[in-house]
């Protein structure tokens, strides 16, 4: 069986799009609806494949279908959240004592 070679990471990620797209539909059925194929592509590549030598294709599809989807959602919020943001703490209303 003869080898598949990838000239660019761009190649690479139009091979795997169909995983990509799997995994943003089964994540947004879970109510995540504002992540795309390229941030999960981002996540994966930063993240789990960065200091990854060797890896199959059959690999990283599995990579990409099985990881968790809280990894990929806390890898979303850190990317996209200003670095000073803040939130403040708001004093909540007093509950009626009913003792």
Known sequence: MEDIVFSSQEELYNRITPA???KKKLLHQEGFKSINEQDIWDFMRLNKWRNSNGLELCDMVDDILNTDN?????FYHQK?????????EVE??????IT
């Not at 809280?70 to 806390?74: C, R």
């Not at 909540?92 to 004592?97: E, T």
């Open 20 to 22: 990509l797209r799997s």
């Open 70 to 74: 809280v990894l990929i959602m806390e």
């Open 80 to 88: 996209y959240m200003p670095k000073d943001f803040k939130i403040e």
């Open 92 to 97: 909540l209303p007093k509950l009626k004592d």
